[in-house]
C-alpha cells in the first residue's frame, strides 16, 4: 500500500508543474453546467419519445477521412433531428483513438447525447472503460471533445485491479 502512495505522490507532483488550478476549476464550471443542461434535456426529450427505432448504430463524430471517432448503438433510439439529439435505451458508446483503435466505452441503460456538443447524459447505472480503468457511476456526465467523466451518484472506479469507492459501500 506505501508503494502505492509514493507512486501516486510521485506521478501527482510531477503534474503538479503542469497543472493551472484555476483554468482546471473555469472549465470545470462549464462542463457542470453543461452536464445541468443535459440533466434537463434527457428528461424532456424522454418524454418526446414516440416511435423509438430499434437496433440503432448512429456516427456522431467523424475523423478527417471520414472514419468514425464516436459511433453510438442502441437497442432503442430516437432522434431528434431539429434539435442534434439522441435519446438511447441500452445503449453503447464508442469513442476510437485512432480507426479501429477503442479509446473508451460507455454502457448504460438510458442516455442522451448531444451532437452537437458531443457530450451526453448517462441517465441511471452506467460503466465507463478507458485503457484499464472502469469507472462505475449512476448519472453520468461525458464530454467525448474534453476526454471529461463525472459521475453524480454512487460512484466506483478501478483501476489497474485497484478498487476504490465510498465507505457505504465497502460497509455493505
Known amino acids: 500500500m506505501k508503494k502505492i502512495v509514493i507512486v501516486c505522490s510521485l506521478l501527482f507532483a510531477c503534474q503538479a508543474f503542469a497543472f493551472d488550478s484555476e483554468q482546471w476549476l473555469e472549465k470545470r464550471e462549464i462542463l457542470s453546467r453543461?452536464?445541468?443542461?443535459?440533466?434537463?434535456?434527457?428528461?424532456?426529450?424522454?418524454?418526446?419519445v414516440s416511435e423509438p427505432a430499434e437496433n440503432v448504430v448512429v456516427p456522431v463524430?467523424?475523423?478527417?477521412?471520414?472514419?468514425?471517432?464516436?459511433?453510438?448503438?442502441?437497442?432503442k433510439a430516437q432522434y431528434?433531428?431539429?434539435?442534434?439529439?439522441?435519446?438511447?435505451?441500452?445503449?453503447?458508446?464508442?469513442?476510437?483513438?485512432?480507426?479501429?483503435k477503442l479509446e473508451f466505452r460507455i454502457d448504460a441503460r438510458n442516455c442522451i447525447i448531444d451532437r452537437s456538443t458531443k457530450s451526453g447524459w448517462a441517465n441511471g447505472r452506467a460503466i465507463i472503460r478507458h485503457d484499464g480503468t472502469v469507472f462505475y457511476g449512476d448519472g453520468i456526465y461525458?464530454?467525448?471533445p474534453e476526454g471529461f467523466v463525472s459521475s453524480y451518484r454512487d460512484t466506483r472506479m478501478e483501476i489497474g485491479g485497484i478498487k476504490s469507492g465510498s465507505i457505504k459501500e465497502a460497509v455493505r
Open 34 to 48: 453543461e452536464a445541468e443542461r443535459l440533466m434537463g434535456a434527457y428528461t424532456n426529450y424522454a418524454a418526446k
Open 61 to 75: 463524430e467523424s475523423f478527417p477521412d471520414g472514419a468514425i471517432k464516436t459511433l453510438v448503438q442502441a437497442k
Open 80 to 100: 431528434f433531428l431539429q434539435e442534434g439529439f439522441i435519446w438511447a435505451e441500452n445503449v453503447v458508446v464508442k469513442r476510437f483513438r485512432s480507426p479501429g
Open 142 to 144: 461525458f464530454s467525448s
